[in-house]
C-alpha cells in the first residue's frame, strides 16, 4: 500500500523556522519527483515547489512565493522529502501536501497543518 | 506566470445529469493540464493528466478535453460521490511552475 506521511506541522511565529518532513513507503521513491503544495484554510491550491528524482538531476524549482526562504532536499535511502522553512511569514499559514510523482501517476499525503503566528 | 481561470465558480446540478467544467489559460500550456477532485477534509485526488488522460483508477464517466489555452472536463452522469471541488492546473517547463485555477465547486441541486 503507497502511503505519504506528512510530518513536522505546527504552530510557530514568524520569522522562524520549521521543517517539514515526507515519509513514503508501497513504492519506489528514488523514481519520482517529489512535490510540495498548499492550501491556505479555505482557500485553492498552491505550489511550492518540487525536487526532480536523482535520474533527471535532482534539482530543485520553487514558486516565486517562497524562493529563497525554503528549501526542498531528499534523501532516496531512507525515502523521506523535507521541506525546510525559513523567515516564516503569516501568509504562509496553510495544509502543506507532499506529492511523489511520475508519469502521469501521484501520490499524495493527507498533510499537515502550519501555522505562522504571534 | 501563466494564469488559470475556471468557469463556473459553481455548478448545481442533480445526480444523473453531465457536468462541464472549463479551464481557460492565459497563455497556451500546450497539453499539460491535469484536474484534480478536491472533497471536504482530505487531499486532492488526479483524474486526469496531459489534458485527456485518465489517471489510474478514475471511472471513465470523467473525460478532459482540450489543448492549447482551452480545457473541457466532463463529467457524463453525475454520482453522489462527485460533488466536490475541481480545480485545474498546468505545469510550464520554462519558467519552471505549476499553477492551479481558482476552482469549481459542484453543488447538489
Known amino acids: 500500500e503507497v502511503q505519504l506521511v506528512e510530518s513536522g506541522g505546527g504552530l510557530v511565529q514568524p520569522g522562524r523556522s520549521l521543517r517539514l518532513s515526507c515519509t513514503a513507503s508501497?513504492?519506489?521513491?528514488?523514481?519520482?519527483?517529489m512535490s510540495w503544495f498548499r492550501q491556505a484554510p479555505g482557500k485553492g491550491l498552491e505550489w511550492v515547489g518540487f525536487i526532480r528524482s536523482k535520474a533527471y538531476g535532482g534539482t530543485t524549482e520553487y514558486a516565486a512565493s517562497v524562493k529563497g526562504r525554503f528549501t526542498i532536499s531528499r534523501d532516496d535511502s531512507k525515502s523521506i522529502a523535507y521541506l525546510q522553512m525559513n523567515s516564516l511569514k503569516t501568509e504562509d499559514t496553510a495544509v502543506y501536501y507532499c506529492i511523489g510523482e511520475r508519469d502521469g501517476v501521484d501520490y499524495w499525503g493527507q498533510g499537515t497543518l502550519v501555522t505562522v503566528s504571534s | 506566470e501563466i494564469v488559470l481561470t475556471q468557469s463556473p465558480a459553481t455548478l448545481s446540478l442533480s445526480p444523473g445529469e453531465r457536468a462541464t467544467l472549463s479551464c481557460r489559460a492565459s497563455q497556451s500550456v500546450s497539453s499539460y493540464l491535469a484536474w484534480y477532485q478536491q472533497k471536504p477534509g482530505q487531499a486532492p485526488r488526479l483524474l486526469i493528466y496531459d489534458a485527456s488522460n485518465r489517471a489510474t483508477g478514475i471511472p471513465a464517466r470523467f473525460s478532459g478535453s482540450g489543448s492549447g489555452t482551452d480545457f473541457t472536463l466532463t463529467i457524463s452522469s453525475l454520482e453522489p460521490e462527485d460533488f466536490a471541488v475541481y480545480y485545474c492546473?498546468?505545469?510550464?517547463?520554462?519558467?519552471?511552475?505549476?499553477?492551479f485555477g481558482q476552482g469549481t465547486r459542484l453543488e447538489i441541486k
Open positions: 492546473q498546468q505545469r510550464s517547463n520554462w519558467p519552471p511552475e505549476i499553477t
Open positions: 508501497g513504492f519506489t521513491f528514488g523514481d519520482y519527483a
